[in-house]
């Protein structure tokens, strides 16, 4: 049991898995929840997290083709428009500026490997220097396949969280 409430709400509050998710009203399924404390304010951890456009901020070398995501912000990664990609395999649906991103993911490789899914990254402000970052991520197929997407998710989107806080920090 304690293996499995890591992978399905690894470092999120109560609060935050009772919240409502855009990503929830795009699909039906069961929900992964993440979050993590960022030592920066609101709009330099979305800021950072506007970075996912360009690269995905986890293991490198399995999700970036090898290739370091940058440790300097992109100009022009903070504009954004529904329909754009994020991380190759999602389209964004959905913003909320300075707040949120919510993502589907489209890449037909991608669906075929983890099902549907639709997930929102949310920026909220604790105060005027720190704030968390939050995921809500759906799952439309369960079963094996999305016990072993929770527990890989997981660990992916640790590192990918704990990379954003780290680079919105310094």
Known sequence: MLLRSWAHEWGSTKAERD???PAQDLLDG?????????????????????????????Y????NRGRRSSRTLTPGAE?????QRVMRIFELVAFEPGHSLTLVLDDARGVRAFGPLAVTYQVNGIDDRRSRYVVALVAGSWGLRGQALAYG???????????LAALAET
């Open 19 to 21: 919240a409502d998710y």
């Open 30 to 58: 069961t929900t992964l929840y993440r979050g993590i404390d960022v030592d920066a304010p609101a709009a330099v951890a979305f800021r950072w997290l506007c970075q996912l456009r360009v690269a995905p901020y986890s």
């Open 60 to 63: 490198d070398l399995l999700d």
């Open 79 to 83: 504009v954004l428009a529904v329909g």
């Open 153 to 163: 998710d997981a660990v992916m989107m640790r590192k990918q969280l704990r990379t």
